[in-house]
Nanobody, 121 residues
């Protein structure tokens, strides 16, 4: 099995910063894309940022220039540095990864449990 464990959420004032971390563990052979999603109350879960194993990144327009996704492949960990936070960034943030397990020949999708980010205005 594979587990994704997030940390780093919390309460911050508008304009502040937070850094989210997500560590993957288990019988991992390879991790392809790693992503951060978020889900605000009453809304669907949306992709925020993604990063390939080679380091290519993509962001939604609303976070470009404020958020930075990065990863440490040797630690199977992905980060989301969030600066200049706004009230509209308030949501539960979920880590997601596409993983090829040691005991499998197919790539599976895994999710973390989510971490709350609350930005007060």
């Amino acid at each position: 099995q594979v587990q994704l464990v997030e940390s780093g959420g919390g309460l911050v004032q508008a304009g502040g910063s937070l850094r989210l971390s997500c560590a993957a563990s288990g019988n991992i052979f390879r991790i392809d894309n790693m992503d951060w999603y978020r889900q605000a109350p009453g809304k669907q879960r949306d992709l925020v940022a993604s990063i390939t194993s080679g380091g290519t990144t993509n962001y939604i327009d609303s976070v470009k220039g404020r958020f930075t996704i990065s990863r440490e492949n040797g630690k199977n960990t992905v980060y989301l540095q969030m600066n200049s936070l706004k009230a509209e960034d308030t949501a539960v943030y979920y880590c997601h990864a596409l993983v090829l397990r040691v005991d499998s020949q197919i790539i599976n999708s895994y999710w973390g449990q989510g971490t709350q980010v609350t930005v007060s205005s």
